[in-house]
């Protein structure tokens, strides 16, 4: 799950719930990023109040139960009609492990990421792609980093069914001290009521000399204004002899 995690963190979702311009879109909630691109001349702040994890495991006969927070976020801001740049932080996080009746906390400042996404123009009303090259930079303290900078190049693809669904898939490839890894995101975006909307995503993650990794993910987001949303989400992990879940509440603003 510690993939999952990784990318629930850096990432986001290809669903569009902005009732602005077709061609922007918050990337806030999920493990996929979206299609759209920030205006040129304006900002958009997307922060994690918090992100959460939750870690049960056997550690010699007995449970370790693991939970973390930390307050991740993205800017971003055009750079011309169809790109854009993204700086992201995981934010200051805090852990808290229990294990045998023991409890230990631990918090830190997690890792940075910079990141450049440019819209393919596909001339279709209804499909939108986009490509995001990213770096993860391994600036955060002991325990709240990745050790090595992570280096990606995905592609996010957007069909709107209609005005009530849409579907959606990001593919990421990435690479940590000389292993591969790649990540599928397949993603289904709904319209629940009014500026109500919801999502539901599979993701799947193989990584060079390790197991397969599968997970769920669901959210709802709610569009306060044209330049605001909140959101939630929830997502559990499927692989693997250990419980772990994921949460997160969040705000997204464009300025």
Do not use: C
């Not at 890894?181 to 319209?191: H, I």
């Not at 009521?193 to 999502?199: E, H, I, P, Q, T």
């Not at 569009?223 to 692989?239: C, E, H, K, M, Y």
Request: hydrophobic content about 35%.
């Amino acid at each position: 799950m510690a993939i999952l995690n990784k990318i629930t963190l850096v990432l986001a979702s290809s669903l569009s719930i902005s009732a602005m311009a077709a061609e922007f879109s918050f990337d806030r909630p999920g493990a996929g990023f979206g299609t759209g691109i920030t205006p040129v001349g304006q900002l958009a702040w997307e922060q994690g109040l918090p992100s959460a994890s939750y870690t049960e495991t056997t550690v010699d006969g007995a449970k370790e139960k693991t939970v973390t927070l930390n307050g991740d976020m993205l800017f971003r801001t055009g750079l011309t009609s169809s790109m854009e740049l993204q700086l992201g932080w995981a934010g200051p996080a805090w852990t808290q492990t229990k294990y045998k009746g023991e409890k230990h906390d631990d918090s830190g400042l997690g890792d940075v990421s910079i990141g450049i996404k440019k819209a393919i123009d596909l001339k279709d009303d209804k499909l939108s792609m986009a490509v995001l090259a990213q770096a993860v930079i391994a600036t955060g303290n002991e325990g709240f980093t990745e050790e090595d900078d992570i280096y990606s190049i995905g592609t996010s693809l957007d069909y709107a069914y209609n005005d009530l669904v849409n579907t959606g898939i990001t593919m990421n490839y990435a690479v940590q001290d000389g292993h591969w890894s790649v990540t599928a995101v397949p993603t289904v975006g709904y319209k629940i009521a009014g500026n109500l909307s919801g999502f539901s995503e599979f993701i799947y993650s193989k990584t060079e000399s390790q197991d397969y990794e599968y997970g769920l993910g669901s959210g709802l987001i709610y569009a306060l204004n044209d330049r605001t949303q909140i959101d939630g989400s929830i997502g559990v992990d499927l692989s693997g002899q250990d419980r772990s879940y994921t949460a997160g509440l969040g705000i997204s603003f464009l300025f």
